[in-house]
């Protein structure tokens, strides 16, 4: 099986470097990722200048690694289009430093990533550790995340469904199970600030607030992983809401015959 690993953190992030350990065993691993963090960056993709692959020296380890000076899907746009000899077989995004639920997904780079590929009809998964820390323990969950693709793996993954995986920054020991979850949408997890600049001028920022979250519905992804449990929400790719499509149909065939 040939992997494809990429992220939103960058090529040198401890993520990458738990997620490629975690994955070896299960196939031929390749890493193209930002050679820069491109968090938050949603699902952009680089037009307006030329965008660079560099191979380099991952962690000094064989693995093939390239660094792209863009965002997480060009890096997956890159991979099969021009980097990698072979398609892969399944495409990894991660493992992101902070935790990706709820509105998240509209966001995140890493989850992004994901969707890049799988609108190249390539099985995808993204997947996150709970812990905002810079210098998180990853090697913690390197175990846990080993076992959550030993079972995925097992099975025919789809390739028009995302899988988001969030894991708890707990040992596998303390992990109480995995969750299937539905995204927490009513959950607002980033507000402004107001700050007032040197000048004195107000500005604003950004702040997550996932820690003074009280989260009411026990089955949500936000719920279940505060809970100590590994959240997966299949995301479908297919945004059509064929419902209303039929519905506003139905206006303009009656606005057409009545003019």
Known sequence: MNILITNDDGIFSSGVLCLAKALQSFGNVSIVCPDQERSAISHAITLKSPVK??????????????AVNGTPADCVKMAIEVIL????????????RGPNLGRDVFYSGTISA???????????????LATLKPNAS???VESLAYDVFETLFRHKLSADTVLNINLPYLSKEMVR????TPLAMDVLRYQYVGLNDPQGYLCYWLSDTLSEI???????????LRDGYVTI??????????????????WFQSSVSNS
């Open 85 to 96: 000899k072979d398609k892969p077989d399944v495409i990894v995004s991660g493992i992101n």
């Open 114 to 128: 994901a969707i890049e590929g799988a609108l190249y009809q390539i099985p995808s998964i993204a997947i996150s």
């Open 138 to 140: 990853y090697s913690l």
């Open 214 to 224: 009280h989260f009411e519905e026990e089955e949500s992804d936000y719920y279940k």
């Open 53 to 66: 692959a560099n191979k380099v020296n991952f962690f000094d380890t064989s693995l093939e690694a390239w």
């Open 177 to 180: 199970g995995v969750a299937v």
């Open 233 to 250: 929400t299949p995301l479908q790719l297919n945004m059509t809401n064929t419902a209303m499509k039929s519905k506003i149909s139905k």
